[in-house]
């Protein structure tokens, strides 16, 4: 990231979502920009962008009307009509990351590097990684051997940049793999 970036984007502060769509958010944003969670809008009075729920908005209304083109609404419901920008749940990790620079005034497309493409046998394991199911068990079911899925989570982390589990599942639900 240069520095122009980290002018640009100082803080994503995220307010009224689940852990862990704030993990996954904090994961999927990591190296762009700095994540934050709170409990109530009002005890942060600016952010290049806030990640809201439709409760929170609608709960700090007033407040949000002031920064409404620096909101984003992570809701299948969309406010037409109101100026906030809305993004659904099926929302892959390109998208939400798009959402959020467009949001901060940065309209440039975010290409998924082709490093960062799985290969098939790594989205398999991903795919039973955010399953829950174990080593063993994977290597059990796709007929390979612990080292190798082991190997597969490996590379896996390091072509999305995500080393939790949790990370992980979110990233393979947010993009359709499970």
Request: glycine letters at 6%; one cysteine or more; charged letters at 25%.
């Amino acid at each position: 990231m240069n520095r122009d970036d980290k002018q640009r984007c100082k803080e994503v502060v995220v307010t009224g979502l689940s852990p862990l769509i704030v993990a996954g958010l904090r994961q999927i944003l990591i190296g762009f920009c700095e994540v934050s969670c709170i409990d109530d809008a009002r005890e942060c009075k600016e952010a290049d962008c806030w990640i809201v729920s439709p409760s929170s908005l609608l709960s700090a209304l007033d407040f949000f009307m002031l920064r409404k083109d620096k909101t984003l609404v992570l809701s299948d419901a969309r406010v037409n009509g109101s100026g906030f920008r809305c993004v659904g749940s099926d929302a892959g990790c390109t998208e939400i990351v798009e959402e959020v620079r467009m949001v901060i005034g940065r309209s440039t497309r975010v290409d998924e590097p082709e490093s960062r493409q799985l290969s098939e046998r790594e989205t398999d394991v991903l795919r039973c990684l955010a399953a829950g199911m174990t080593v063993k068990e994977i290597a059990n079911e796709l007929c390979i051997s612990s080292n190798t899925v082991t190997t597969h989570r490996k590379n896996i982390s390091s072509k999305l940049g995500i080393r939790s589990i949790s990370g992980l599942s979110l990233y393979a639900l947010m993009n359709g793999i499970v």
